[in-house]
């Protein structure tokens, strides 16, 4: 990613994804994974986290609806016991992200469900979607729309690489932000 129209590609695939989805020539099932990736690269752009905390993300348990100052968020919480390095994980969610969201909640969720779940990625049987399943998933949308080759475990790598381009030398955030110490 040292190429910044690949970067950009990267950043404005879940978009592209959306977008792709809604081409009427598409499955629903199809149209409802692409929305599903899209939702899933975005997250891991702007929290990213390893592929088990993200496929283990339950509406009920790991995403919070506020009002703050009038103005909706959406954070993701995620306690120390259920992080590999015992640091528990909190992003805030910008505009963006809450509206694809809410738009995957809405319109590809309820396709993609065959039996009642809380998990925000389900897996046919209720469960959550296996870590190897979304990480393929990821891994094949971003190969096939941006001939990139990039698996989810890459994007805290990546996250690395975005905030030293806005802001240099800023380890100390950056440590906060992947839930890595500096040592």
């Known amino acids: 990613l040292e190429d910044p129209h690949n970067l950009a ?10 977008k792709l989805s809604k081409r009427p020539s598409l499955r629903d ?5 692409m929305v599903q990736a899209a939702l899933a690269i975005e ?11 993200l496929a283990s993300l339950n509406i009920e348990q790991h995403i919070r609806r506020l009002k703050v100052k009038r103005e909706d968020r959406v954070q993701i919480y995620i306690p120390a ?16 992200t809450t509206a694809l969201l809410d738009y995957y909640l809405q319109k590809a ?7 009642p779940t809380d998990y925000l990625f389900p897996a046919q049987n209720g469960s959550k979607k296996r870590n190897g399943s979304l990480s393929n998933l990821i891994k094949q949308m971003i190969l096939e729309h941006t001939g990139l080759t990039i698996n989810a475990h890459l994007f805290r ?9 806005a802001a240099p030398g800023d380890f100390v955030t950056l440590s906060h932000v992947i839930g890595d110490s500096l040592k």
């Open 81 to 96: 016991t259920e992080v590999k390095n015992d640091r528990a994980l909190h992003f805030e969610l910008g505009a963006q």
């Open 109 to 115: 969720r309820p396709i993609l469900l065959r039996e």
């Open 43 to 53: 997250i891991l752009l702007y929290a990213p986290m390893r592929i088990n905390n």
């Open 9 to 18: 590609k990267l950043l404005h695939l879940p978009d592209k994804l959306v």
């Open 29 to 33: 099932h199809k149209s409802a994974l």
């Open 157 to 165: 790598s990546i996250a690395g690489k975005i905030h030293s381009l």
